[in-house]
């Protein structure tokens, strides 16, 4: 079993930024092999993709919306995976989660992460 925690969430406002952190424990031996996700929730909206990263962090993808402005990044010594968010918009509130992945790679499908955090709130309002 590998427990997810996010934090660094908050309030802030438009053209901000926050960065996210997601602490890896249980069994972090896996930790390094997976790749990793965010993923974000908006009230009554499903959750969407934001951005992945492969378990060396060599390869990252992003969604459309975030392209330019998210950066995804990992510390396997660590069991840590970030997300730095600038120039954020009111759109981009939400709760963001972060999930391990079943295998390697980054992927943009929920159905590829077995492991999902409690997730952390996001506010961009001024």
């Known amino acids: 079993q590998l427990q997810l925690r996010e934090s660094g969430g908050g309030l802030v406002q438009p053209g901000g930024s926050l960065r996210l952190s997601c602490a890896a424990s249980g069994r972090t031996f896996s930790f390094s092999s997976r790749g990793m996700g965010w993923f974000r929730q908006a009230p009554r909206k499903e959750r969407e993709f934001v951005a992945a990263?492969?378990?060396?962090?060599?390869?990252?993808v992003y969604a459309d919306s975030v392209k330019g402005r998210f950066t995804i990044s990992r510390d396997n010594a660590k069991n840590m995976v970030f997300l730095q968010m600038n120039s954020l918009k009111p759109e981009d509130t939400a709760v963001y989660y972060c999930?391990?992945?079943?295998?390697?790679?980054?992927?943009?499908?929920?159905?590829?992460?077995?492991?999902w955090g409690q997730g952390t709130q996001v506010t961009v309002s001024s």
């Open positions: 999930a391990a992945g079943s295998t390697s790679g980054a992927y943009t499908g929920v159905r590829n992460y077995d492991y």
């Open positions: 990263i492969t378990w060396s962090g060599g390869y990252t």
